[in-house]
């Protein structure tokens, strides 16, 4: 929906839910920051397509600034 280059696909977000394709999904927040960011279909597709575990972000659900975040601080303290 975000990457559709004509707009075809329609995606509206409201009261927790996504709804496209006539669709509605709940969001899920992240962990951190508590912004909705995903559905939990949306995260099980990614994590069985990438293969990373959720226990790798320390079982955390994070949208991708606080992952970037969570990265940068580990990385921090790994090298320095």
């Not at 669709?23 to 508590?34: G, H, P, V, W």
């Not at 939990?40 to 972000?57: C, G, I």
């Amino acid at each position: 929906a975000n990457v559709c280059p004509t707009k075809a696909i329609k995606v509206r977000e409201t009261d927790g839910k996504r709804v496209i394709w006539n669709t509605e999904f709940e969001l899920i927040k992240c962990s951190a920051c508590k912004e909705e960011f995903a559905t939990a279909e949306q995260l099980a597709y990614l994590n069985k397509r990438v293969d990373v575990p959720l226990a790798a972000y320390g079982g955390d659900h994070l949208c991708t600034t606080c992952r970037s975040r969570r990265q940068v601080r580990h990385n921090d303290i790994a090298h320095g």
